[in-house]
């Protein structure tokens, strides 16, 4: 838990600096260049993770364009959709003939519609135990719940 929310706050950061520091993020690295870093990943070089999340974030903004609707959800969008990534940077199998941002787009995807669809759950939840306090309320009141139920 701890653990993810410094990553969570370290990425945030992250994506801060670079718009900062370069006006824009880094570009991808070529089929050759990821065939690379995460032979150094496997190889235990710290860097390659980094590299690895820092020339993807591009891939991040370009999901999470798909799912907000107000300027208000984007950083928060961005945000999970980075920890989408540092998921597929752990989880790829760089063995396997697929790029890796096929992987990863999935990763990022996923992790966005999970933190929406649990939104969504909440509100939903919330909103019924709104009309089962609405329900009580009549009931303890004397007043006609059968009409409030039809």
């Given at each position: 838990m701890l653990l993810t929310l410094l990553q969570f706050f370290a990425t945030k950061f992250l994506v801060?600096?670079?718009?900062?520091?370069?006006?824009?993020?880094?570009k991808p690295l070529s089929a050759r260049e990821e065939v690379e870093t995460f032979a150094a990943l496997r190889a235990g070089d710290p860097t390659a993770r980094e590299t690895l999340i820092r020339?993807?974030?591009?891939?991040v903004v370009h999901v999470a364009k798909k799912y907000y609707a107000q300027p208000s959800d984007q950083e928060d969008l961005i945000s999970i959709g980075t920890i989408g990534l540092m998921k597929?940077?752990?989880?790829?199998?760089?063995?396997?003939?697929?790029?890796?941002?096929?992987?990863?787009?999935?990763c990022i995807e996923n992790a966005i519609?999970?933190?929406?669809?649990?939104?969504?759950?909440?509100?939903?939840?919330?909103?019924?135990?709104?009309g089962i306090l609405v329900l009580f309320r009549v009931?303890?009141?004397g007043g006609p719940v059968d009409l409030i139920l039809r």
């Open positions: 801060l600096a670079l718009h900062l520091e370069a006006g824009s993020f880094p020339h993807n974030l591009r891939l597929a940077v752990d989880t790829f199998d760089s063995t396997r003939k697929a790029r890796f941002s096929t992987y990863a787009s999935r519609l999970t933190r929406t669809n649990a939104g969504r759950r909440i509100g939903t939840i919330s909103t019924a135990i709104g009931y303890r009141e």
